[in-house]
């Protein structure tokens, strides 16, 4: 055997590892979620309260609800990171314009038991919806939250669909950041977008950041295309810009399409 070749086969062997070690641990790169304590809701929104629901197959999880008068729900899914702390700002700006926002966690995230997965994150919506009293809801998806809340909007159609920075499916999304890996023949979890879009029979906001380099904009014009929906483009704006959670663009779309539902 020459030095070529045996050089050629231990390229081969690293590649297969870090593909088998990619296969294995894919998860941990695709959800990271905060598990520490949370604080309890009133301490960080005033009126806000700890609320929990439990899952089809038997998890119980913790949740902030924040009270309003008006008769349309915000349900927020969030994206892949943090936990319902970081989204206090959200809540708070949607409940200026008297929303009531419940800010659910999914399972391994904010304490809540459980690992998340895409089917697993889906029961975890599911169950959010159950909880929330009443007809008019406007679901706010957050990046890979998108899909979450498209999923949910074709088994229980809401009032009104907001999907901020949202990706066609996990696997473009993953391929844009990782465009040497084979992210589509890798992934377990598809989180699809389009074209599941073209069959949600409400209303639909995509907002999205010019700036955005983790979720590029042409997927989330993409997602809009499909959707036929309005289109919210944040003037260079990143994906974790503060903008982005609280911003008077944001907030005044989802506050909007509130009104239309009303």
Do not use: C
Request: net charge positive; proline share 8%; hydrophobic share 50%.
């Amino acid at each position: 055997m020459t030095t070529l070749t045996r050089a050629a086969l231990v390229v081969v062997a690293v590649l297969v590892l870090l593909l088998a070690l990619l296969w294995v641990f894919q998860r941990r790169l695709v959800y990271l979620p905060d598990r520490g304590p949370v604080p309890p809701a009133a301490s960080v929104i005033p009126g806000a309260r700890d609320v929990s629901f439990t899952t089809s197959d038997g998890l119980r999880l913790a949740a902030w609800y924040v009270p309003g008068h008006r008769d349309v729900t915000v349900l927020v899914l969030g994206g892949n990171a943090g936990n319902r702390l970081h989204r206090a700002e959200l809540a708070l700006a949607l409940s200026a314009y008297g929303l009531p926002v419940l800010l659910m966690d999914y399972r391994g995230y904010g304490g809540n038991p459980g690992t998340p997965t895409e089917e697993g994150l889906h029961l975890d919506a599911l169950a959010a919806r159950q909880f929330i009293d009443g007809p008019r809801v406007v679901y706010f998806g957050e990046s890979l939250g998108a899909a979450v809340a498209t999923r949910l909007a074709l088994e229980r159609p809401p009032a009104g669909l907001v999907l901020r920075s949202p990706f066609t499916d996990l696997a473009d999304a993953g391929q844009a950041n990782y465009p040497f890996l084979p992210v589509r023949a890798l992934l377990r979890d598809r989180f699809p977008v389009v074209p599941d879009i073209g069959r949600v029979r409400a209303p639909v906001v995509v907002a999205y950041g010019t700036g955005d380099t983790i979720v590029p904009p042409r997927l989330s014009r993409a997602v809009a295309e499909a959707a036929g929906a309005k289109e919210v483009r944040i003037a260079g704006a990143g994906h974790n810009d503060l903008v982005m959670l609280n911003g008077r663009e944001l907030i005044t779309a989802v506050a909007d399409l509130a009104d239309r539902a009303s």
